[in-house]
């Protein structure tokens, strides 16, 4: 059995909680990004709260999509909530290409966070922050390209919201940065996708990597357009943008490499789910999926 997993059913057989552990380690949950692939960890986490395994981690961190996956787990809400996913008019709504045309957000993260989570399915945000496993968001600085841990900046349900929307703000695509804490930040995609190394960083001894790529599936380079859009409208992006497949490529080694760190991925037959994909039946195939490689890995 992975350590990890070894780790995880331990405390559940236990019955562990946040605060009150004796074992002196410290369990993160890592959620990788990827905008519409995120509908991959959504079903992760559904099956995570279907297990009754959210108390088992001490922290969890999310980038971008895995960011928004990772509140509705501490939301204890992660079953209703990702019924989202695959809702045609919400995601016709989110993501709308022809708004481009129009000098539009193609992404609209203000109605997915604003809207949807407040009244189509009410995400209960008081719950995130009183909840003993820590929400760690990450983001990108738009003028320096560091991955930054947003959780400092939280202290209200605002706050929290402005989060969600920082963590998911694609450059260009989502519109202009959100501001937190007098800085301007954009998708964390761009300098840490999955958020596994500021996890070991804070001090995570063990790691649960939720994916959003199959295991045969490796890293695209960004494409030609917005590698020549991005860091002219962003120059503080340049660096990070230019060195985004290398970092990619080194994460995918690394993962192979850390005894401490363990992945859940799609299944190998898995459907593509492009970055901006609104087709409600791959996208609900792949919540399902996710779901059951979740449950085929640590249901026992």
């Keep these: 059995m992975h350590p990890v997993m070894r780790l995880i ?3 559940h057989a236990d019955g562990s909680r946040p605060g009150y552990r004796s074992d002196g380690h410290r369990i993160a949950l890592a959620i990788e990004g990827g905008s519409s692939r995120g509908t991959y960890s959504s079903g992760m986490v559904m099956a995570l709260e279907e297990l009754g395994l959210t108390r088992c981690f001490d922290s969890v961190y999310g980038a971008s999509a895995g960011a928004l996956n990772g509140a509705w787990l501490l ?3 992660a079953l209703t909530g990702m019924r989202g996913w695959w809702d045609p008019e919400i995601m016709r709504r989110v993501i709308n290409p022809w708004r481009l045309l ?4 193609v992404v609209d993260t203000d109605y997915l966070v604003n809207t949807v989570y407040q009244e189509t399915t009410p995400m209960d945000f008081p719950a995130i922050l009183a909840n003993p496993v820590t929400f760690h968001p990450l983001a990108t600085d738009a003028d320096s ?11 209200r349900v605002e706050d929290l919201q402005a989060a969600l929307r920082a963590t998911t703000c694609l450059p260009v695509l989502a519109g202009g ?3 937190m804490g007098g800085r301007r930040f954009v998708d964390a995609g761009l300098a840490e996708p999955l958020p596994f190394r500021t996890a070991l960083m804070q001090g995570a001894t063990h790691v649960l990597v939720l994916r959003t790529r199959r295991a045969t599936e490796r890293p695209t380079r960004p494409s030609r357009r917005q590698g020549m859009l991005v860091p002219r409208l962003f120059p503080g992006l340049k660096t990070v943008w230019e060195q985004q497949y290398a970092r990619d490529l080194a994460d995918e080694q690394l993962l192979t490499e850390l005894p401490s760190v363990m992945s859940v991925r799609p299944p ?3 459907p593509d789910v492009t970055a ?3 087709d409600p039946k791959i996208l609900r195939k792949a919540v399902m999926l996710g779901r059951q490689a979740v449950h085929a890995t640590l249901a026992a």
């Design 9 to 11: 059913s331990r405390r």
């Design 75 to 77: 939301s204890g809400r």
């Design 102 to 105: 129009l000098g539009g957000a």
């Design 145 to 155: 390209g560091e991955s930054v841990d947003l959780r400092q900046y939280i202290h």
């Design 177 to 179: 940065p959100i501001s």
């Design 268 to 270: 190998t037959d898995a």
């Design 276 to 278: 901006l994909e609104r």
